[in-house]
């Protein structure tokens, strides 16, 4: 089945705890991103992907990571967790060009 | 940068009316216009997309339109059901050779039975 994998589904951290939220698709598209969604503030683009060892920032990066070093993955890193990144961040990706993203199934972030 | 309103926040409809969300956006070389839909606790699904050199585009129950002199495009729903109530979101894709996608904040739909 065509799917983008995220794991873990639920995380509650403390402060200042490293974590990495993984992200995999098995559709062979080329772009990848992550967002995070705040209610009211809709999906806001966290960093994306257009190809292996490529990515850049979308418009809310401080305070997390990425890497592309396989097609199918991109991790989300966030070195010091702070409560203003309790979210839920989504994975998307693409075969890209004019074609839409398809979503994991989302990682609801505490961090206390 | 590229800037995207959508309204209504809130829209309720009762069954069998129509529903109409509209998203305006800044950057007129901005080139393709999905649509998606969250239920409830879950991920957002692509349900129709347009692109710049379109003015419409149906897919049974919905459509959307595409005002470029404008700069806004619309979802449409018709014969709206109970299971159209979900949270849509309208995005944009920025033009800058890049893949930025910048989404709008949302309109819920409540479809009344």
């Known amino acids: 089945e065509a799917q983008v994998t995220q794991n873990p589904r639920y995380l509650i951290t403390v402060t200042g705890k490293k974590l990495t939220v993984t992200c995999s698709q098995n559709?062979?598209?080329?772009?990848m991103s992550w967002y995070r969604q705040d209610p009211g503030l809709g999906l806001r683009q966290i960093y994306y992907s257009m190809n292996v060892e490529v990515t850049d920032k979308g418009d809310v990066p401080e305070g997390y990571k990425v890497s592309r070093k396989e097609k199918r993955n991109f991790p989300l890193i966030l070195e010091s967790p702070s409560p203003n990144q309790t979210s839920l961040y989504f994975c998307?990706?693409?075969?890209?060009?004019?074609?839409?993203?398809?979503f994991g199934s989302g990682t609801r972030l505490t961090v206390v | 940068g590229e800037n995207v309103e959508q309204h209504p926040s809130t829209l309720s409809v009762q069954e069998g009316d129509s529903a109409v969300i509209k998203c305006t956006y800044s950057d007129s070389a901005s080139n393709y216009f999905p649509w998606y839909k969250q239920e409830l606790g879950k991920r957002p699904q692509l349900i129709i997309d347009?692109?710049?050199?379109?003015g419409e585009k149906k897919d049974q129950r919905i459509a959307v339109t595409l005002n470029k002199t404008a700069k806004h495009f619309s979802l449409h729903i018709t014969e709206t059901q109970p299971e159209d109530s979900a949270v849509y979101f309208c995005a944009v894709l920025t033009p800058s050779g890049t893949y930025k996608y910048i989404f709008g904040t949302g309109t819920r739909l409540k479809v009344l039975a």
């Open positions: 998307a990706s693409s075969l890209g060009g004019f074609l839409g993203y398809t």
């Open positions: 347009i692109r710049s050199n379109v």
């Open positions: 559709m062979n598209h080329e772009y």
